[in-house]
């Protein structure tokens, strides 16, 4: 390829870097479709395959830029020149390129790592703390994209994604359960107000039944309704239900504490009423 441009001027320089450019892009697209043509199948079918052709999609296509990059620096005589001066101070060279790539470095090491160990996959459901959770979307070399329930993208990198406590709700299994709290007055009905509870949890979407087979020979709830405190002013209530997919509980939470509480006014359960004795 070299004798048909003259590397001694500018546009010569010019038109071999973009055919180095262009060798790189047809290579990594090819590379690429040979991947996904011969390991789509067999990845697809495992649980975390998804996560692990699309990383080693983007692996591809970094290290067919990076050949390309180098291939250019070594191949053509200005860029040659400057390298062997550069490299001629390797030690010093090493440690500046190490100083200043190093968070780089750590980052692709992290995504290999979040790839081989797998905590979370593309597709899972994850929360890292109350402000950063969603969908995981992508995993590159240098960061994991988060769809948040915003529909905005968080860009976290690998680096530190792997060393944070990742809750994933959905690494196993998709079902959760959901804590539902409720406080009603210390004399309200205690059975009324369980029942009411019950009712309308049945009415909601995203709901399953969980009871094993001699739980429901056995006529057990479907629904496990415990006071799980009483305090000075209110009894506290905590409703255990089941769902599908943990995206749907907080709208859940939502429809089944308005729900209740119109029940609650409209037949009369007590609500606690904070009490104060003031003392002169």
Known sequence: ????????TVSGILLYIIGIVFLAWVASRIL??????FLKRRYTQQKFGVTSLKFTR??????CG????????????IFRRQ????FSGAGILAAIIGFAAKDAISNLIAGLFIVLFR????????????ERMGIVDDITLRHTVINNF?????IIPNSVIS???????TIDEAKILSFNNFLISLYADIDKAKAIIEEEAEKLAHVIDNRTPEELLNNVTQFDIRVVAVTETAVHLRAYIWLSEPIWEFKMKCNLKESVHKRFLKEGVKLPIPLRKIVE
């Open 32 to 37: 690429r479709f040979i991947v996904v043509f």
């Open 163 to 169: 060393t944070e406590s990742v809750l994933n709700h």
């Open 66 to 77: 990076m050949i390309g990059v180098l291939v250019i620096i070594f191949t053509v005589p």
């Open 58 to 63: 983007n692996s591809l296509r970094f290290f």
């Open 83 to 86: 390298a062997s001066v550069i």
């Open 150 to 154: 915003e529909n905005k993208r968080l």
């Open 1 to 8: 390829m070299l004798y048909y441009f003259n590397l001694d």
């Open 119 to 130: 905590p979370f996959r593309i597709g899972d459901y994850i929360r890292l703390d109350n």
